[in-house]
């Protein structure tokens, strides 16, 4: 049964089970429009008070930037959080489901959405195939089958534009994680393209030294195994950090892991 038919968002109760289905006929194009959804959605939630929902990604394309995460934080997940709603599975899921959409950049953002919600209202699973949702909410949220394939990536040509295709082919369970290795890929590509340039001014011995530090060993460790006294070391680092303008470890990290770490 319709309970909301919006300009973008179809929202629909199917009462035998209590379950909300959310579809995204069209994707907003401001963040008005988005708010604007997403307010009817909470209305409907507090008319309807479901049991269980499922996100339908397919058409939705909307950046959702960190003003949008903090707008969804505070006036859709915390007032459902403080409704009392705590039913979990076994593994910390609540039973609200979400079916990735063709444009996985934006779905990296709804995960986002989830991942920095201060409040942890809501921990969501994401599937493949609506499907797949709704055998994971129909049976009572155990686990779908643990049954992992290695991911596959393809290159399938150009397109009518002259853009290379990519293909990643991976299992249906394990499309969360496979999302996020791809988010940390394009992160960690755009940070070289950035940061190439100071990287390329540090001499063999400070990336060995960046090396060894990066993976946690302690200033005498990395003397030892490089056969150099403790203040070169420290003369190295020193160097590094002015060389790559950076002040904390996790700026160091981020320099090992995009351009020596495999």
Do not use: C
């Not at 379950?19 to 008005?32: A, G, H």
């Not at 100071?198 to 056969?227: C, M």
């Amino acid at each position: 049964m319709n309970i909301y038919n919006g300009p973008f968002l179809n929202i629909k109760i199917e009462t035998d089970n209590n379950r909300l289905i959310n579809l995204w006929k069209f994707s907003p194009n401001t963040f008005e429009e988005f708010k604007s959804e997403l307010i009817n959605y909470r209305i409907a939630v507090e008319k309807a008070n479901p049991s269980q929902v499922i996100w339908l990604q397919q058409n939705f394309t909307f950046n959702v930037d960190d003003d949008a995460k903090l707008w969804v934080e505070e006036n859709i997940l915390k007032p459902r959080s403080n409704s009392g709603v705590t039913q979990i599975d076994k593994n910390g899921y609540h039973p609200v489901a979400f079916v990735v959409g063709r444009d996985v950049l934006s779905h990296m953002e709804v995960i986002g959405v989830f991942e920095k919600s201060v409040s942890k209202a809501f921990r969501p699973k994401h599937f493949a195939t609506e499907e797949e949702a709704r055998n994971w909410l129909d049976n009572d949220f155990f686990d779908l089958p643990n049954k992992i394939e290695n991911p596959k990536i393809f290159y399938k040509g150009l397109d009518d534009n002259g853009k290379a295709i990519i293909e990643f082919k991976s299992s249906p369970e394990d499309i969360t994680n496979m999302i996020k290795s791809f988010k940390t890929m394009l992160k960690e590509n755009e940070f070289i393209k950035m940061h190439l340039n100071e990287f390329t001014t540090l001499s063999k011995r400070e990336i060995e030294v960046l090396t060894h530090i990066s993976n946690g060993e302690k200033h005498q460790k990395v003397a030892e195994t490089l056969f150099i006294s403790i203040h070169t070391v420290r003369k190295h680092i020193k160097n590094i950090k002015s060389k790559l303008n950076i002040k904390s470890k996790k700026e160091l990290l981020n320099y090992f892991n995009a351009f020596i770490k495999k």
